[in-house]
């Protein structure tokens, strides 16, 4: 099989996290940047197909040249190679943009299954991966907690609220997995020494045919236009029952709206 795994460098979700003011975007300068949590079941899943299936899995990311270091990290766990797609201009991208430069990129790789995380912890949109599947024209199995290959068949268990759903299609196609799907193998020695020697393919937008006015802030299709700090927390307000203390809290519930 020729898997594509879609990665993406987001600062830690466990670090503190701001905004620019320039722009009101994430200030990945100062974060601690890291592979995306749901990427990286995403990368196990394509080499666990790859040990029962054979071929081959490519790592792709979109981002600036500090998201190599994830690359990396990403190549250390046992793909092949990797796709970074790289250019100044891609800075600021909505989803929209982002899913059009990852599609022009897969559409030269044609794989037959294309994994990702069902989510990113910076933006949390999850659109891409159906974003992908309707311009790349295949199916979308997204929220996947199983999936299983049956030579073309595709088989997932899409996880839901209330348990989960059985969705089958056929490759090629698009697959979003949760962090139910498998338990991600820690890189070796060996595996980050290895890394450090397998090709990386930078892409830039003229590579791909796309203008630099398509992408970045320039053509989103949402903006963020201002944005404050959370407030400190309050100590709240205490009521002393003094024969009234019911009385005392159902007027405050109602000054609040709650009854």
Known sequence: MNIVVLVKQVPDSGAERTLRESDHTVDRE???NVINEMDDYAIE?????QEAHGGEVTVMTMGPQRAAESIRKALSMGPDKA???RDDALAGSC??????VLAAALRDLNPDLVLCGAEATDGRVQAVPHMLSERLGIAALTGARKLTVDGSTLTVERQT????EVVVAQAPAVVSVWDTI????YPSF???MAAKKKPVTELSLADLGIEPSEVGAAGASSAVV???GRPPRSAGQKITDEGDGGAKLVEFLASEKFV
Do not use: C, F, M, Q
Request: glycine share 6%.
């Open 83 to 85: 796709v970074h797609i």
């Open 226 to 228: 201002d944005h404050r």
């Open 95 to 100: 989803a929209l943009a982002t899913s059009a």
């Open 190 to 192: 060996k595996g980050i």
């Open 161 to 164: 609220d209330e348990g989960y």
């Open 182 to 185: 498998n338990e991600p193998r």
């Open 30 to 32: 100062v974060a601690d």
């Open 45 to 49: 899943e394509a080499l666990r197909l």
